[in-house]
């Protein structure tokens, strides 16, 4: 099966820097890569996507890059705000059943 | 994601009881998920449903069990054979369109 792994596991950051997080995935028939965003004791929240017939997708402040021939993608915020501090998970799906595999997380720190 | 419904918010129930975890969507979605998230960790799926009247098991069922009577209700059975229950449950929905899923507020179970 599917097997995502995710680093780093915490990223502490100055508000206004960039933060990256990377993903690797396994399974090569996977091709759609969603990122969620979850605060403390709430629910994890899309806040963006990516289909393996796009290198990039960017929405505001967040991108997201995939390289399918190296099997990984990341999540790129810039410009950080303390309202970015979270936890930000990556997942992968191979369309099969609409399953999702999660990576393990990052809990991303933006300091005032 | 205001269409999707947990009660309660949480739950506390002694050692060895059953505990039945509602989620509800009016969504109109065929796809509903169960999974289980322990402090700093990421999601892991515990049941599975595509369609009405059946479903399947995730990576961690045992202890789990669930029933899909109805499209828009998807309830999880924590039993006492769940060796350590305690943690937060999500349940998240799939529109069809290959991967997106969105999620439940959650219900947080403690077992003492």
């Known amino acids: 099966g599917e097997n995502v792994e995710q680093h780093p596991s915490t990223l502490s950051v100055q508000e206004g820097d960039s933060a990256v997080i990377k993903c690797t995935y396994s399974?090569?028939?996977?091709?759609?890569f969603p990122w969620y965003k979850q605060e403390l004791g709430k629910r994890p929240q899309l806040i963006i996507d990516i289909r393996s017939n796009v290198g990039e997708k960017k929405d505001q402040r967040i991108a997201v890059t995939l390289n399918k021939t190296a099997k990984h993608f990341s999540l790129h915020i810039t410009e950080t705000q303390p309202e970015d501090s979270a936890v930000y998970f990556c997942?992968?799906?191979?369309?099969?059943?609409?399953?999702?595999?999660f990576g393990g997380g990052t809990r991303l720190m933006v300091k005032p | 994601d205001g269409g999707i419904t947990q009660s309660p918010k949480y739950l506390f129930r002694k050692e060895g009881q059953n505990v039945t975890l509602s989620c509800e969507q009016n969504?109109?979605?065929?796809?509903m998920y169960w999974y289980r998230q322990d402090p700093g960790q990421g999601l892991r799926l515990i049941y599975y449903?595509?369609?009405?009247?059946?479903?399947q098991k995730g990576d961690i069922a045992e202890g789990y069990s669930v029933s899909r009577e109805k499209k828009e209700s998807f309830p999880l059975t924590v039993t006492s054979a769940q060796k350590n229950p305690t943690a937060f449950y999500l349940c998240?929905?799939?529109?069809?369109?290959?991967?997106?899923?969105?999620f439940g507020p959650g219900t947080r179970l403690t077992v003492t």
């Open positions: 998240a929905t799939a529109t069809g369109v290959a991967g997106e899923q969105y």
């Open positions: 969504l109109n979605h065929d796809a």
């Open positions: 449903s595509q369609i009405v009247n059946d479903f």
């Open positions: 399974d090569s028939a996977s091709n759609y």
């Open positions: 997942a992968a799906s191979n369309n099969a059943g609409n399953m999702l595999t």
